[in-house]
């Protein structure tokens, strides 16, 4: 349908997170994305505690250092880029410098949340406090959140803040449930999704072939939206430009 992906958002790295479990397995989930059509991959672990902050950026820069070394060894293209997904709590409020977690040091910062505990007004609060650092919050997999099911339109109150989305490929085939479908599809045809990204954490389901999860997709999605998340958007965070979204509709409640 499309090549030349770009994915912002994989667990690739071996043994840092509940990503891959070995050197073996990045390898081959790398192999696998560019066997898919993904050209740029980015490697963004979990960063939930910033007490580890430190000693995790150290750790993936040496992994992402073997794993480049490893895949020009075997001749393979893909482009590894480096950032993080920061688990956002009240601590966030202590924290005065992010610029080396953001993806691709650049203004733009992969957040998530828990994934039921977390309230509209809690998440208006940390990407408010993230904006004042001049930073672009991305929020990762909306369509997961309690507080978006209950109420899908939030996302326009927190878009018009500012605040940009990443929903996770497989969300509208329904690997995670149907009302994640929903919001992930309104999401889509009413101009929300800004990036896609695997989200990928092994080699059997959550894996980085976003091309056979979106070969999967229901009919009547905007395709020419799809290929701008997926090939065209992510270009702004590699080169640090300024993104624009341009929203279309109002997204429907469930």
Not at 12 to 36: H, K, P, Q
Not at 191 to 198: C, K, L, M, Q, T
Request: aromatic letters at 12%; a negative charge; proline letters at 4%.
């Amino acid at each position: 349908m499309f090549g030349n992906i770009t994915d912002i958002h994989s667990h690739t790295l071996w043994d840092i997170d509940d990503g891959a479990e070995d050197f073996n397995e990045s390898v081959e989930m790398c192999m696998r994305a560019e066997d898919a059509g993904t050209k740029t991959l980015f490697l963004t672990p979990h960063l939930m505690y910033w007490e580890q902050a430190e000693d995790l950026y150290d750790e993936r820069e040496e992994k992402t250092d073997a794993l480049c070394e490893c895949l020009e060894d075997n001749d393979s293209n893909i482009t590894l880029v480096k950032g993080f997904e920061i688990l956002c709590d009240d601590e966030i409020f202590d924290i005065r410098f992010f610029k080396p977690y953001t993806l691709n040091n650049s203004r733009y910062i992969l957040i998530e949340f828990n994934f039921f505990k977390t309230t509209l007004a809690d998440v208006v609060s940390w990407c408010d406090y993230l904006s004042s650092f001049g930073l672009v919050p991305i929020i990762a997999h909306p369509e997961r959140y309690g507080f978006v099911m209950d109420n899908p339109s939030c996302v326009e109150q927190l878009s018009e803040k500012g605040v940009l989305f990443q929903i996770n490929a497989g969300s509208p085939t329904g690997m995670f449930g149907e009302g994640e479908a929903y919001v992930a599809c309104e999401m889509l045809n009413c101009g929300y999704v800004d990036f896609i990204g695997s989200d990928a954490h092994d080699l059997r389901v959550r894996n980085t072939d976003i091309l056979s999860c979106v070969e999967m997709y229901p009919d009547g999605l905007n395709l020419d939206l799809l290929k701008k998340a997926a090939c065209e958007n992510p270009e702004y965070i590699l080169k640090d430009g300024l993104y624009v979204p341009q929203r279309l509709d109002h997204i429907a409640e469930m």
